[in-house]
C-alpha cells in the first residue's frame, strides 16, 4: 500500500481527493484540524505523520514553533515544498514513518491523524513504540480513525474518487465493517477502540479515547 500513495495517489491527485470531498467530509477535516490545534502550545515543536503534500502544516505552523511533514512519496513532498515556499517554521522529509530519522525526545506534539494508523499499512505497535521515541516526556501523540458514525459519508467519499478514477472500482462484495476494498487492490481499514487497548499493551504511558464529530476517533497519547 505505501507504493500507492506514492506513486498512484501523489500530489494533485491526492489533493484532488480533497477537493472533491462533499460539505459532510470537508466538516471532518476541519474538526480533526481544530482538534489538533487545541493541543498545540505557543513554540512547541510539532510532527506531522504522513503529511502528504502538507495540506495541514499551514494551520499548524500559525501556532508551534516548527513543523516537520514526513511522508514517503517524493512526488507529494516536492509539490508540498512548492505549495509550502513562503512558510519558514515547516519542513517536508521523506521517512519511514517506523523508521524515523529523529533523535529520541524531540517532539512535544506528534500527529497521525486521518487514520494514518490505518492507512500506513505498518504494524501498529512498531509505530506507537517509534512515535513514542521520538516525542519527549510529558509530549502528547495524537492518533485518528474514522468513527463508526461516520460510516456512510465515508462510503460515499471513496465512491467519488473512485469515479473520479482516483482509486480503484469498490469491491462492495468485500467492503463493509469499517473497511473499504478496491478491485486495483486498495484497501481503508480501520481502528476500533478494542484494538487500541490491545495496541498500547506493554507501553509506559497513558491513553485516552475522544470522539469527535461524529466523524473522528482520536486515541490520545501522553508520554
Same mark, same amino acid.
Given at each position: 500500500?505505501?507504493?500507492?500513495?506514492?506513486?498512484?495517489?501523489?500530489?494533485?491527485?491526492?489533493?484532488?481527493?480533497?477537493? #472533491?470531498?462533499?460539505?459532510?467530509?470537508?466538516?471532518?477535516?476541519? @474538526?480533526? *484540524? +481544530?482538534?489538533? !490545534?487545541?493541543?498545540?502550545?505557543? &513554540?512547541?515543536?510539532?510532527?506531522?505523520?504522513?503529511?502528504?503534500?502538507?495540506?495541514? #502544516?499551514?494551520?499548524?505552523?500559525?501556532?508551534?514553533?516548527?513543523? @516537520?511533514? *514526513? +511522508?514517503?512519496? !517524493?512526488?507529494?513532498?516536492?509539490? &508540498?515544498?512548492?505549495?509550502?515556499?513562503?512558510?519558514?517554521?515547516?519542513?517536508?522529509?521523506?521517512?519511514?514513518?517506523?523508521?524515523?530519522?529523529?533523535?529520541?525526545?524531540?517532539? +512535544?506534539?506528534?500527529?497521525?491523524?486521518?487514520?494514518?494508523?490505518?492507512?500506513?499499512?505498518?504494524?501498529?505497535?512498531?509505530?506507537?513504540?517509534?512515535?513514542?521515541?521520538?516525542?519527549?516526556?510529558?509530549?502528547?501523540?495524537?492518533?485518528?480513525?474514522?468513527?463508526?458514525?461516520?460510516?456512510?459519508?465515508?462510503?460515499?467519499?471513496?465512491?467519488?474518487?473512485?469515479?473520479?478514477?482516483?482509486?480503484?472500482?469498490?469491491?462492495?462484495?468485500?467492503?463493509?465493517?469499517?473497511?473499504?476494498?478496491?478491485?486495483?487492490?486498495?484497501?481503508?481499514?480501520?481502528?476500533?477502540?478494542?484494538?487500541?487497548?490491545?495496541?498500547?499493551?506493554?507501553?509506559?504511558?497513558?491513553?485516552?479515547?475522544?470522539?469527535?464529530?461524529?466523524?473522528?476517533?482520536?486515541?490520545?497519547?501522553?508520554?
Amino acid at each position: 500500500m505505501p507504493s500507492y500513495y506514492s506513486k498512484k495517489l501523489s500530489a494533485e491527485r491526492l489533493q484532488r481527493v480533497y477537493d #472533491i470531498a462533499s460539505p459532510r467530509v470537508r466538516q471532518y477535516f476541519r @474538526s480533526e *484540524i +481544530d482538534y489538533v !490545534l487545541g493541543k498545540i502550545n505557543p &513554540g512547541d515543536i510539532v510532527l506531522d505523520l504522513g503529511c502528504g503534500y502538507g495540506r495541514i #502544516i499551514p494551520d499548524l505552523a500559525k501556532i508551534a514553533r516548527s513543523v @516537520s511533514g *514526513i +511522508d514517503n512519496s !517524493l512526488e507529494s513532498l516536492h509539490y &508540498g515544498r512548492q505549495m509550502l515556499k513562503d512558510i519558514s517554521n515547516c519542513h517536508l522529509l521523506c521517512m519511514n514513518a517506523v523508521q524515523l530519522g529523529f533523535h529520541d525526545d524531540t517532539f +512535544d506534539l506528534t500527529i497521525c491523524i486521518q487514520n494514518g494508523i490505518s492507512a500506513f499499512h505498518v504494524n501498529p505497535k512498531d509505530l506507537i513504540r517509534e512515535t513514542t521515541r521520538i516525542t519527549k516526556p510529558n509530549g502528547t501523540i495524537l492518533f485518528s480513525t474514522y468513527s463508526e458514525k461516520f460510516w456512510s459519508d465515508r462510503l460515499e467519499w471513496f465512491e467519488m474518487q473512485s469515479r473520479e478514477g482516483l482509486l480503484g472500482e469498490i469491491d462492495f462484495d468485500k467492503t463493509g465493517d469499517g473497511n473499504i476494498v478496491c478491485k486495483d487492490g486498495f484497501t481503508a481499514t480501520t481502528i476500533t477502540r478494542a484494538q487500541f487497548a490491545e495496541f498500547m499493551q506493554g507501553f509506559n504511558v497513558t491513553r485516552k479515547l475522544h470522539e469527535v464529530d461524529d466523524s473522528t476517533l482520536f486515541c490520545e497519547i501522553r508520554k
